[in-house]
């Protein structure tokens, strides 16, 4: 019997053992699972990114690309499949259905490929302003795309639409002439003075003049021209927005054509042929030719708006050229339309508004007696200005104030001092017509303030491109996000860091400005998409920029300055504000082709993790189920699996530590040294990065482990105590613990409450991350919940994103460097510490604040506190 019993016995343990060593590998796999989930989800996103710009350039970006893009979404749809695979490997096959959606959307891409290939180089002929991003100014130019970003801020400026670059390249290649106009050119050689300018650009004039449009082009432009004019019967302007004007130092003012108040479609299409004719004028050629530049340039955007039928028009110069260091702007203008302002062929009005008093003008009125207006057939006609108006000023203070505020909004969203173009119509409403960079000297301070301002934050990485004014709003929780109705005026969103829920609150606002994060996380993907500036990786932002206070945020020169209250305190309300466009601008202005692949890839849909729309069913891209799987992953390794623990018990080694902490580690890779023997583990001998800042926290001097704090009643938590150990995992009970040199996942039962804590802190920053879940408690709901709120007020205090829903807390914090990840990681060592038994000293609802604030004071014992009550 004794034999029997013997051999009963060690089959027993050989089975435990069998049985903890398949636990330990079902860990060990989970786990390394897990890390390589994160790294197909970071490629996952880099490719997404890499793809987002290369369609954002459109036709041409797509086709300098080549196999190259190719080859990237062949790469991504591998990459999702195995982030795909890994989930259900991580989750025991808890999200199968995600194999038949990522089918369904490879043979979607799939397809979109074909259709892009057959289509990429039929590029959109219009895009209008409200649709024109940042990332589209290469094709659209300079002057286009200042107008757009204005117009996007809500400065009045007229509704209208860009023919892009490429479409001129388009129509001559489809001509013919693209290589007639090379050879041609070529033969001037490079002398600016070569006697045969004028022979040569008549005859490349004459070429273009007599080529058909492409018919898609000659439909495209009477489309937008019927949409542009409207019912009311507007009339439109064509003006140059040549991509060789936003060279530095090479403005070639003056030197393209302008067409006005063109009354038909037809119209239209004869001015698209006469500005791309006049691209190779005498005057552009022999300008290009004296600056070295190629005399053959086919980068011809095109600019079409409704007329302004003005009743005075003029420039302002933000900096006054004559005299830039004395603070003043310089204003000229005539009645009627702008044009003999600007070509200097009449005598005008002249005002110097001061740059910082507005109010404050110089006139200088001179007699007006010819003036040039819209002929209800099409073009021009001038006329003599009555008599009893020629010595009339043609503005009112009040007028050349706002026109002053408008040129200071200009200056902040374009980054420079402005020569801006400006009409006044017959209701007495400004209008901004064009606005470029003013070229004034170097050494001007006026110049430097103008463009600068004073300095607020500098640093960081251009995540979405583009500049804006807006007033900060600081977002340290979910909570903290702006209603959609409820924001009067722009705001540049302020986070410590990149919070994807925020995705959904980005149409309409300013920009968004992150301590931590990078250009290829979800937030950022979004912000693109947008067309909102964002600055990534500031490092402090949310510790400079101050809660309402208006700036400039300029994402191309990752910096954040201080707008000119002056210009902007009365712009909150304004009532001429325009919409930020729809999510799928970008869309709108690709070709058939990309327009399927963006969709299919790009965009994100799935940015409220806690919403009710955040299921596999609501995956529509590529980047959906890559965030939806990546969600899914850290939820399933934060749930450690007390079955599979259990499983494991024998193996697993038992923290020895000085404190009422019980604790159970297993070593997934490099979390504990090698040569450790036995069952036990001391805290030195763990050398997971991420444990060792945690426990640093839990020994902080002065936290009360072994005692409860001094204000706790201690009769709710002893009756609670003894229905306890009827509990799934009673009071005293082992806790569990994943560790690796970098990686811990705890799950915990601390006296009456629950912890999880999954963490990454390693070297690489997009992977470093802390997740955290607390619940639970010894008392009633009310003083649960009242010590929930402490401990999310605590978290966000330390740069956590943390949200409370009754006794739940959960919280985390993405995108930081190791050091920023250690040093939180030690916080909620102490705040472990510091939370235990503390529901049942939450008497009253001003007690969560009163407690955060001890905690932030390193009151962790609660002394101060105490004697603040006695001495009530």
């Given at each position: 019997m004794t034999g029997l019993l013997r051999r009963l016995a060690t089959a027993l343990r050989n089975r435990r053992r069998a049985r903890a060593e398949w636990a330990m590998r079902e860990l060990k796999v989970r786990y390394h699972t897990f890390r390589i989930l994160l790294d197909n989800n970071e490629r996952a996103l880099e490719l997404i990114n890499v793809l987002e710009a290369v369609l954002a350039a459109g036709p041409e970006g797509v086709e300098a690309e080549g196999p190259a893009m190719v080859d990237q979404v062949e790469e991504l749809l591998a990459v999702t499949y195995e982030l795909t695979d890994g989930l259900n490997r991580l989750s025991g096959g808890g999200h199968g259905a995600l194999y038949g959606l990522h089918s369904r959307l490879s043979q979607t891409v799939g397809q979109a490929m074909a259709e892009m290939k057959a289509t990429a180089a039929d590029g959109p002929s219009c895009v209008f302003l409200d649709h024109l991003t940042p990332a589209m100014a290469a094709q659209a130019g300079g002057k286009a795309a200042n107008l757009a970003a204005l117009r996007r801020a809500g400065l009045p400026v007229p509704d209208g639409f860009c023919v892009p670059a490429f479409v001129c390249r388009r129509f001559l290649d489809r001509a013919g002439l693209t290589r007639k106009i090379r050879r041609i050119l070529n033969d001037l050689g490079d002398d600016a003075d070569n006697g045969r300018i004028d022979e040569v650009s008549t005859a490349v004039a004459e070429m273009v003049l007599a080529a058909p449009l492409p018919g898609e082009l000659a439909r495209d432009l009477g489309e937008a021209f019927d949409r542009l004019a409207g019912h009311d019967g507007a009339t439109v302007s064509a003006r140059s927005s040549a991509l060789v004007e936003d060279r530095p130092g090479a403005s070639f003012a003056g030197q393209f054509t302008s067409k006005l108040n063109l009354t038909t479609a037809g119209a239209l299409l004869d001015a698209y042929k006469a500005i791309v004719a006049a691209n190779f004028g005498p005057r552009p050629l022999?300008?290009?030719?004296?600056?070295?530049?190629?005399?053959?340039?086919?980068g011809m955007a095109v600019l079409v708006q409704r007329m302004v039928p003005a009743r005075a028009a003029g420039v302002l110069f933000t900096v006054d050229p004559a005299r830039p260091g004395d603070g003043r702007m310089l204003v000229s203008a005539v009645p009627g339309l702008g044009t003999l302002a600007v070509g200097g062929e009449a005598p005008a009005d002249v005002y110097h508004p001061s740059r910082d008093d507005t109010a404050d003008v110089e006139p200088n009125v001179a007699r007006k007696t010819v003036r040039q207006i819209m002929d209800p057939d099409g073009g021009l006609v001038l006329e003599d200005v009555p008599e009893a108006e020629r010595d009339l000023p043609v503005l009112d203070p009040g007028q050349v104030a706002e026109l002053a505020r408008l040129g200071l909004r200009s200056e902040s969203l374009l980054g420079g001092p402005q020569d801006l173009e400006w009409g006044l119509d017959a209701e007495g409403g400004l209008h901004v017509l064009q606005s470029r960079p003013l070229h004034v000297a170097a050494r001007s301070a006026g110049a430097t303030a103008s463009r600068r301002g004073s300095m607020l934050l500098e640093g960081g990485v251009c995540a979405s491109p583009g500049r804006s004014v807006g007033r900060v709003h600081v977002v340290r929780g979910r909570e903290d996000l702006p209603g959609r109705d409820d924001v009067d005026a722009p705001l540049v969103l302020v986070m410590h860091q990149s919070l994807v829920d925020a995705a959904r609150r980005l149409p309409g606002q300013a920009g968004v400005v992150v301590d931590l994060g990078n250009p290829a996380d979800h937030l950022s993907s979004v912000a693109r998409e947008l067309g909102v500036p964002m600055l990534t990786g500031t490092g402090r932002a949310t510790e400079v920029l101050e809660h309402g206070r208006w700036v400039v945020l300029d994402a191309d020169r990752v910096e954040v300055l201080e707008a000119p209250q002056e210009a902007w305190e009365d712009a909150a309300s304004r009532p001429g504000r325009a919409a930020r466009p729809p999510a799928d601008i970008a869309v709108q202005a690709l070709p058939p082709g990309l327009q399927r692949l963006h969709e299919f890839v790009v965009p994100l849909h799935l940015t409220d993790a806690y919403g009710p729309t955040f299921s596999m069913a609501e995956c529509s891209s590529l980047h959906d189920l890559v965030r939806f799987i990546h969600e899914k992953a850290v939820l399933t390794m934060f749930d450690a699996g007390d079955e599979i623990m259990d499983e494991a018990g024998v193996l697993l080694r038992r923290l020895v530590v000085d404190l009422p902490l019980h604790f159970l580690l297993i070593d997934v890779g490099g979390g504990i040294v090698p040569d450790s023997t036995g069952r036990d583990v001391r805290p030195v001998?763990?050398?997971?990065?991420?444990?060792?800042?945690l426990f640093q926290g839990l020994t902080t001097p002065g936290l009360r482990w072994k005692a409860p704090p001094a204000l706790t009643s201690p009769g709710g938590l002893f009756s609670r105590s003894l229905l306890d150990a009827r509990g799934a995992r009673p009071v005293g009970s082992f806790n569990y613990g994943l560790v690796s040199r970098d990686y811990m996942n705890l799950n915990a039962r601390l006296d009456f409450h629950f912890v999880l804590i999954d963490a990454v802190c390693g070297p690489n920053t997009r992977e470093n991350a802390i997740r955290f879940r607390f619940k639970g408690g010894g008392t009633s709901?009310?003083?649960?919940?009242r010590r929930a709120r402490c401990v999310a007020l605590i978290l966000r205090a330390h740069d956590f994103m943390a949200d409370q829903r009754g006794d739940l807390v959960t919280a985390s914090l993405t995108g930081a460097g190791q050091d920023d990840v250690?040093?939180?990681?030690?916080?909620?060592?102490?705040?472990?510490?510091?939370?235990?038994?503390?529901d049942a000293a939450m008497t009253d609802d001003d007690m969560p604040e009163r407690m955060a604030q001890a905690f932030q004071d390193g009151d962790y014992g609660l002394e101060e506190l105490l004697a603040e009550n006695a001495a009530d």
């Open positions: 022999a300008y290009r030719l004296h600056l070295g530049l190629p005399p053959a340039d086919f001998e763990v050398i997971s990065a991420p444990f060792q800042a709901q009310v003083q649960r919940e250690a040093e939180r990681l030690a916080v909620l060592g102490r705040l472990l510490g510091f939370s235990r038994l503390l």
